[in-house]
């Protein structure tokens, strides 16, 4: 009885405020608007996801936006792996803390702040990484898609390095050992024992950095050029049309729940 | 529920009315008027919004909620010698808090979520706003610098409705060609550059992020495109307005970044990210404070504009506060100050004696009004054509934006 009370307002919460406005969301993406006034109007009507959908230019953006975020958590995990490797296992135990701490200190900065020096760094001819680049006769990937997969990496790594490095810290040692002592290269032990075992951890990180990335729009404004993303479709028309944008609103909301449904097909949920 | 559906019936008596009065001329007009009055005494049905504040204006509530287009309201923050606020909240005892917008959708969005009790709307905003029953007429009896007003900035199209008066001009200026003396040479005059495939200046452009951009395309066209018969960048049909989204689509290879937030605009002149297109006055003199060789000018093609009203939110809770910002705003050495500091023309016959440059009303050219002939002061795009055109379909404002979202999105 008292656990039912505690719990009670937490689900109050989650149902009301939080699958209410999602709903809201989807209802609103079936009104349309007045033309002149751009407010509200409520009568049933298709069009907005017809809108959506037969619209070449929506199709590409949810498509580029999908690669972006995909591009995101590959990139995140190409990075992630080694590190998280080497705080969790090849590290002294006595500096974890340390690193943690280090890895977790760009959370501390504002998101704004992050993305304006990525702006600068990004900058076609004066930025810092165009400076680098020149010497070897390249230019730097200015604004536009590349900036954006760069910062969004940037911004998302921390999640992705904090599950596999705590996936990578709850391996037992015995495991390993085993493994060598059947006569296991490094590389098979890594394939058959550290992959199977950290998956999980994987796709933890993986839901994050991709379904923030899904959903990020500030990032493609201030360094994207003119590269938009599905936020951006969003920002741009919920002022005037309200319930085009909530239609192009449940379009990430789907591609996540498919993702979140894949995820637990693959049973990596359970041993979270 | 059925107070709503008598509130729809007056919404389209009113808009009936305010369209005979647009296209009748000055005889209709004056009987609109007429009849508004009549209905003003009868009951508040003829003109959207209700009645207007009777006034007298009493002591202030002690706080203020403004919503303002960047510069409009300064407190100091920006430059410690340009600030009006502080002044208003020690002569008055009423608080400002203010918030700026980026583009005219954001001001009408944010005022429909309600809690403002002012805002500086543009030509494209202040009819979505009568008309959405956001604001309500205003009493120029209560803002004694009314009278000095120039008399064109006032009862125009889009700040009165059926000879009633919803806003208190402020300003008007020119969206200008900005660009860096230094890569751009010879300096332009023209919007050639910024829209032509074979433009010098290929990715470092710049425009406006927002539909009502599609405007400066049909200025564009209307100079290079006489055969389309534009005569008003607000009232297109389907075909010229293909073409405005053609050649915007023509543009979009040459645009490095599309800007809404005046600061990004300014950075990426500095930074040399853009190095010409469309551009504010104030971002011009933000970007020269801050060291970029930069000029604007307006171009040979004519220009959009703006021309904006201060008006008063429906659910206003200080209301006596806003009449006296109203009247703050408007007085000759304050709307010398705003003038001034974002680079428009003031709405005050008397500001030009108040300037600390004593040639800016010339330069602004506030009181010529040959130099606004070519000057198309934004507008809500609608169906019926503006321009008066019959037997013909214009694209509505919400078609503008969904085509503006696609252009962004392809």
């Known amino acids: 009885m008292r656990i039912a009370g505690l719990l009670a307002a937490p689900m109050a919460w989650l149902v009301v405020v939080y699958l209410g406005a999602l709903l809201a969301l989807f209802i609103t993406a079936f009104w349309t608007v007045d033309d002149f006034t751009g407010q509200l109007v409520r009568t049933f009507t298709l069009k907005n996801f017809q809108e959506v959908f037969s619209n070449p230019a929506y199709l590409t953006t949810v498509l580029r936006t999908l690669g972006i975020a995909l591009s995101v958590t590959v990139v995140c995990l190409v990075l992630a792996l080694p590190l998280a490797m080497f705080m969790a296992r090849i590290a002294k135990p006595s500096w974890r803390p340390l690193m943690v701490a280090l890895v977790l200190t760009p959370l501390w900065a504002s998101y704004l702040v992050k993305v304006y020096a990525w702006r600068a760094m990004l900058q076609p001819e004066s930025g810092v990484i165009a400076w680098f680049l020149k010497p070897l006769g390249l230019s730097g990937p200015g604004y536009g898609t590349v900036g954006i997969i760069i910062t969004l990496t940037y911004l998302w790594l921390p999640y992705m390095i904090l599950p596999i490095y705590a996936g990578l810290t709850r391996l037992p040692n015995s495991m390993l050992d085993a493994s060598a002592d059947l006569g296991a290269s490094g590389g098979r032990t890594f394939r058959s024992i550290v992959v199977p075992m950290i998956f999980p951890s994987v796709v933890a990180g993986s839901i994050f950095t991709f379904s923030l990335s899904l959903g990020d729009y500030i990032t493609a404004q201030i360094v994207g050029g003119t590269t938009t993303m599905l936020g951006n479709v969003v920002q741009t028309t919920y002022v005037t049309n309200l319930p085009f944008a909530a239609a192009v609103a449940t379009i990430p909301v789907v591609i996540v729940l498919l993702y979140l449904t894949a995820v637990r097909r693959s049973g990596a949920l359970e041993n979270l | ?410």
């Open chain 2, 1 to 410: 529920m059925h107070t709503k559906r008598l509130l729809k019936v007056a919404d389209v008596a009113s808009a009936v009315a305010m369209l005979a009065a647009a296209c009748g001329g000055s005889s209709s007009s004056s009987s609109a008027s007429g009849g508004a009055n009549g209905g003003a005494a009868g009951s508040a049905a003829a003109v959207p919004g209700g009645a207007a504040f009777a006034g007298p204006v009493g002591d202030g509530e002690g706080q203020l909620n403004v919503l303002a287009w960047p510069g409009y309201a300064e407190n100091g923050s920006s430059d410690p010698n340009v600030d009006w606020v502080t002044p208003f909240e020690k002569a008055t005892g009423c608080k400002v808090n203010v918030k700026s917008f980026g583009t005219s959708d954001e001001a009408v969005k944010l005022m429909q979520g309600g809690g403002w009790d002012v805002v500086s709307a543009s030509g494209d905003a202040t009819l979505r706003l009568i008309y959405g029953d956001t604001v309500q007429p205003v009493n120029t009896d209560l803002v004694p610098n009314y009278k000095d007003i120039f008399p064109d900035l006032k009862m125009q199209k889009f700040n009165s409705v059926a000879g009633v008066p919803f806003g208190i001009p402020h300003g008007r200026g020119a969206n200008l060609i900005m660009y860096n003396t230094k890569d751009v040479t010879p300096a332009p005059d023209s919007w050639a550059p910024t829209f032509e495939a074979d433009s010098p200046y290929k990715g470092y452009v710049t425009a406006y992020d927002s539909p009502i951009f599609i405007a400066d395309a049909a200025v564009y066209l209307m100079a290079t495109k006489p055969e389309l018969g534009i005569k008003d960048p607000y009232a297109l049909d389907q075909k010229q307005f293909d073409a405005a989204m053609a050649l915007l689509q023509q543009q979009k290879p040459l645009i490095s970044e599309y800007w809404s937030d005046y600061t990004k605009a300014v950075d990426a002149f500095k930074s040399g990210t853009t190095k010409i297109g469309t551009s504010w006055q104030v971002i011009n003199n933000l970007a020269k404070a801050d060291g970029a060789t930069v000029e604007a000018v307006k171009a040979k093609e004519g220009a959009t504009g703006w021309s904006d009203t201060w008006m008063v939110a429906k659910d206003a809770k200080n209301i006596n506060c806003a009449y006296k910002w109203l009247d703050w705003i408007v007085s000759p050495k304050v709307n010398a100050q705003v003038a001034e500091w974002f680079g428009e023309a003031p709405s005050n016959s008397k500001s030009c004696a108040e300037t600390s440059d004593k040639s800016f009303c010339d330069t602004y050219h506030a009181a010529d009004t040959a130099y606004w002939k070519d000057v198309y002061y934004w507008n809500t795009p609608t169906a019926k054509c503006l321009d008066g055109r019959t037997g013909v379909q214009c694209v509505p404002y919400s078609e503008w934006a969904t085509a503006w979202s696609a252009l962004r999105s392809s």
